[in-house]
């Protein structure tokens, strides 16, 4: 059927056009657009009947028109030629070259929608990452096979995160480092440029695989972007046994995308206008992270998305939290406090941290430090709050010492620049560090033998 | 019956042409690949199919079968110790058939058939048996012995029943009366048709899950129904998961609905290495999975609650107390919505079909304590425990309002106290359980006398604490008088040492009653001797620094072996610290 081409198009509204005539579209099915001027484009049936098939269009809809354009029905899916070549190479965001290089050929063409990785297959993640930050490491440990997003603000710094981790993650047992993939949703290109450059001086590029889609290409190409690095970063991963990164900026754009194709269908929004499939559609993404048993290979994803005027409970980091396992927050106000990387670690999380922390992994120490470190420093807050109305000599001792811990973890621990790389033992002494200004009964999250452990090893530890 | 013709597809909904005497929710096979489907509209030949997979590349015009029966499942031996997914395929065997990714149009039983199980007649040739009777038994786990029982609509005498070893298609039994029954050892239930039972019964005894706050303060009642809603990161998955592992019932079914593929590998990777506290047993073979992860289809996550459903109601026919987690059933309230909105149904609150409330109500009333139908009196539980997962942490969404009408225990989980990691973070001033005060004479009769009276002291505490929370907001810590000071003391204690408990830790992830009595005993006595002692004169910082105000905190990682003697220790210690300082006063 890829021999007959159609001119029956009898309407184009947004991205949407609608071929008559048409029997036998399969759903999902590629469709190849040849304008008059001899252009060719690109698009995917998003609803077939008999006599009809709606084609959502990827690429813009400028010189398309209802006489002379035709339509040829490719008879596949959207499916997307992997091999190894594709490390160092820099493609847009339907999968083209980008950097001059040659196409990429290869006899394994695999379909852009995978099918779910069945949970019995799923191994556990538990092997440790070290990204070498401090509030990372220590209090949101991120694990291979994880999806850990980054829920950002407009103007704080998350790309210069995203780019530290893709630079310093390893795994502490292991040589290999990580594969990285990335893909950009509608980022501007100056980003771009920020990203390409930053895995040049790295010299990660060699082992990265750029997607990207500007913020000047089409909207509806940054549906399929995601979804080729995925498929991308699946082959790698499991054919070819690597573990591979992927990080995905900026899932806003992604959203938005999504609720524009839905509105130009007409379907029944859910909150604020974003379809109700959102979650669903998300998910498809998001959980194509992990590890299978008996293969070597992982996928790690760190999706980056900016919250609207930063607000957490906006549908996009809403749905994004509920599916992924935990998030990393960004802070305006320790952004403002010159604290880099500005992570908020009270209401960041990572969901996976206690299968990939502990004896043999970290340091048996690990959690109850975490916690004690959690604690004390969200009862340090408070007491800021409380100091900022009462005054700090109106507090108690213990407010007062727990404050003096607070502002040490943003200074000392949080914050610690853009080139350093702690080792984890490095973080979890820092930690031991700033507990010490606490008794011993103070410390009520730590087991005993721990404190007995540990707490001797820093310099200014004392009962 | 004549076969259909697909005349559209739009995402997970197909419309078939020419399916002549096709009825609403039969199952249907889609396409050359044999997709799975149910009828949910019909107009004439015209049939809409919400499909319960992947829809990516059917054709129009290709055929669509109808198998004439509504999505049904086989109950029998076997169920236990299953992973399934929405649609009752055991996972396992998927994997084994289909590879790592779960590929499309598989059917595949959802018992083991050519397993064969040693049954063991009660009954013999000649006796007369009526609905719901049992007449024989498998041992399917060490744990659970499941029943095998007469179908609800058969009675009559056995004109034969066997022994030995039988697969479950077999039969084991013949009913003969005007017409001739075969009894197998599995049956086949519809599972959006609720099972009969003779008559419910109202919940007294509470459903003990070793969760402390729970437990304590907002117990559930053996066949009662619990709602838990929380933003995400508050915790609803870990809680959800330890109910699952220490509820002291016979069987769990635990539905993942809509959820991560990696927290369902993290309870398939958990649950065969827990024991049972009581029998010591592997906690799976008395636990049934329904994993339908958030990127398999979304018709698939809607059947889901119904299939885990079913196959609770099942063993609470056969006598036993059950247990059914769902998480989330927001997942699920958006699969109808997303099925809704494809139908182009007029919605109704936040998108959502106007028949969410209804569909809500009729999930958790399927739930509850019943003397099922049987000839002699056999009393069984299915207790409901819905996880609500509401956009932004709003309680006011639908979702969360509709579920709270119809569920008699609230669990609030609070993101504030999340993020200063208490856990479990349920919050105990917003909380409630409407089963607590008619469960006070079982916990008379097997905890103690003073239980009630303790418990209502320690959620005075608490409220107290509130309120004095507000007043240090305002003037300071420093400028409470010394009594405030400890009323906030023993507040902190019941907040630290009682509610926290981490479960993660191999001691605090479970507390018996017993021993969740004699921690809050201990705490409320030693709140009350400070306030003595206070009133004395004494200050609050010193009683702060006691040895025995340590020995408190020391109770929850106790073995529950050793939790007497340490109680003891603490008392007499208690009592003579106390002593002493009063003595330094006086002098």
């Known amino acids: 059927m890829s021999t007959i081409s159609y001119k029956t198009i009898d309407k184009i509204a947004g991205p949407l056009m609608f071929v008559q005539g048409i029997d036998n579209a399969a759903y999902g099915e590629i469709v190849e657009i ?430 | 019956m004549a076969d259909g013709i697909i005349s559209r597809i739009t995402g997970p909904v197909v419309v078939a042409s020419g399916l002549e005497g096709a009825q609403m929710f039969d199952v249907v096979r889609i396409g050359d690949m044999g997709l799975v489907g149910e009828i949910i509209r019909l107009e004439g030949s015209k049939a809409t199919i919400q499909v319960y997979e992947d829809t990516t590349g059917l054709r129009p015009g290709e055929k669509v079968t109808n198998t004439k029966r509504p999505l049904s499942m086989q109950l029998g031996p076997g169920l236990l110790t299953s992973i399934y997914d929405g649609i009752q395929r055991p996972l396992d065997v998927l994997r084994e058939q289909s590879g790592d990714f779960i590929s499309r149009g598989k059917v595949i039983p959802a018992l083991d058939q050519t397993k064969k199980w040693d049954f063991v007649p009660l009954k013999k040739k000649g006796d007369t048996v009526s609905p719901g009777e049992i007449i024989g038994e498998v041992q399917e786990t060490p744990l659970i012995m499941h029943k095998i029982m007469v179908p609800h609509n058969v009675e009559g005498q056995l004109s034969e029943i066997s022994e030995g070893k039988f697969t479950v298609n077999e039969i084991v039994a013949t009913v003969q009366n005007s017409v001739k029954t075969d009894i197998g050892l599995s049956s086949w239930w519809t599972v959006r048709t609720p099972r009969p039972v003779l008559r419910k019964l109202p919940p007294e005894e509470p459903l003990l899950t070793g969760q402390r706050v729970l437990d304590t303060f907002f117990p559930v009642a053996k066949g009662g129904t619990a709602a838990i809603p929380g933003p995400f990161g508050s915790g609803k998955t870990v809680t959800q998961q330890q109910l699952a592992k220490w509820a002291d019932s016979n069987v769990i079914v635990y539905v993942g609905c809509g959820e991560r593929g990696n927290e369902m590998t993290e309870v398939l990777s958990t649950f065969p290495k827990l024991e049972d506290p009581k029998s010591k047993r592997p906690l799976m073979e008395r636990t049934i999975l329904v994993a339908n992860t958030s990127n398999m289809p979304v018709a698939a996550r809607e059947a889901s609650i119904y299939t885990g459903i079913t196959m609770g109601e099942y063993y609470r026919d056969m006598g036993y107390g059950v247990a059914l987690m769902a998480d989330s059933t927001s997942r699920w309230a958006e699969a109808l919505r997303e099925i809704s909105g494809r139908l182009e149904e007029m919605p109704g609150e936040e998108g959502y079909p106007a028949y969410l409330g209804r569909r809500l109500a009729e999930f958790y009333e399927r739930g509850g304590k019943a003397i099922v139908i049987s000839p002699e009196e056999r009393v069984g539980s299915l207790t409901l425990v819905g996880a609500v997962s509401p956009p932004g942490g709003d309680f006011s969404e639908p979702v969360s309002q509709n579920t709270l009408r119809v569920t008699r225990v609230f669990w609030a989980l609070d993101a504030s106290l999340a993020s200063r990691r208490h856990f479990p973070s349920i919050n105990w001033l917003t909380s409630y359980s409407l089963y607590a005060d008619g469960m006070g004479d079982w916990y008379k009769k097997n905890v103690a006398a003073e239980w009630i009276a303790l418990r209502k002291e320690a959620l005075e505490i608490l409220q107290r604490e509130s309120e004095l929370q507000e007043i240090v907001q305002l003037v300071g810590y420093d400028a409470l008088p010394e009594p405030e000071k400890g009323v906030l003391d023993t507040a902190r204690a019941i907040r630290e040492d009682y509610l926290q408990q981490s479960a993660y830790d191999d001691v605090d992830t479970y507390t018996s009653i017993r021993k969740q009595f004699l921690m809050l005993e201990a705490i409320i006595e030693f709140g009350k001797m400070e306030t003595e002692a206070i009133k004395k004169g004494i200050p609050s910082t010193k009683i702060g620094s006691l040895e025995s105000r340590k020995m408190i905190s020391k109770i929850k990682w106790t073995k529950e072996d050793q939790v007497e003697q340490l109680v003891k220790d603490f008392k007499s210690k208690m009592q003579q610290e106390f002593n002493s300082l009063l003595v330094e006063v006086t002098h």
Not at chain 1, 256 to 274: K, M, N
Not at chain 1, 410 to 430: A, H, W, Y
């Open chain 1, 34 to 463: 040849k304008l008059v001027n001899g252009d060719r484009r690109q698009g995917q049936v998003l609803d077939t009947r008999q006599g009809l098939a709606v084609v959502q269009v990827f690429g813009p809809t400028l010189g398309l028109n209802t006489s002379g354009t035709s339509v040829k029905f490719l008879g596949e899916t959207a499916q997307i030629s992997v091999s190894d070549d594709m490390l160092g190479r820099v493609f847009d965001g339907l999968g083209n070259p980008r950097d001059n290089g040659p196409k990429i050929v290869s006899k394994h063409k695999v379909d852009l929608v995978g099918s779910g990785i069945n949970p019995y297959s799923r191994e556990e993640p538990s092997e440790f990452i070290q990204t070498g930050m401090s509030n990372i490491d220590a209090m949101n440990t991120l694990v291979r096979g994880q999806k850990l997003p980054v829920f950002s603000g407009a103007g704080l710094p998350h790309n210069l995160l995203a780019s530290q981790i893709a630079r310093q993650a390893k795994v502490l047992s292991a040589s290999e480092s990580f594969s990285v993939v990335f893909a950009a949703m509608g980022i501007t290109s100056e980003e771009a440029n920020f990203f390409v450059k930053q895995f040049e001086e790295s010299g990660a590029l060699g082992r990265t695989s750029l997607f990207l889609n500007l913020s000047s290409d089409p909207s509806m190409e940054r549906l399929l972007t995601p979804r080729l690095a995925l498929t991308t970063a699946e082959y790698l991963a499991y054919e070819r046994d690597m573990h591979v990164l992927v990080i995905m900026t900026d899932m806003t754009n992604y959203c938005e995308a999504l609720r524009e194709i839905s509105a130009a269908r007409e379907e029944v929004p859910g909150r604020r206008g974003y379809p109700g499939y959102m979650y669903t559609d998300l998910a498809s993404l998001y959980e194509r992270a992990g590890k299978i048993k008996g293969r070597h290979g992982s996928v790690t994803q760190i999706p980056i998305l900016t919250m609207p005027a930063d607000d957490i409970t906006h549908p996009i980091p809403d749905l994004t939290g509920y599916i992924t396992e935990g998030q990393i927050v960004m802070s305006r106000d320790l952004h403002r406090g010159d604290i880099h990387p500005p992570v908020d670690v009270l209401t960041s999380l990572s969901r996976l941290m206690n299968q990939g922390i502990g004896k043999g992994r970290t340091r048996e120490d690990h959690r109850n430090l975490a916690d004690q470190l959690y604690s004390t420093y969200a009862q340090g807050k408070d007491a800021r709050a409380l100091a900022a109305i009462v005054g700090e000599e109106a507090l108690s001792d213990l407010d007062r010492k727990f404050l003096k811990v607070a502002n040490n973890f943003e200074r000392k621990f949080v914050n610690q620049g853009m080139d350093e790389n702690r080792s984890i033992e490095q973080t979890l002494d820092i930690g031991w560090e700033l507990l010490s200004e606490l008794t011993d009964s103070e410390l009520n999250r730590i087991k005993p033998e721990f404190i007995e452990k540990y707490r001797k090893r820093t310099s200014t530890g004392g009962k």
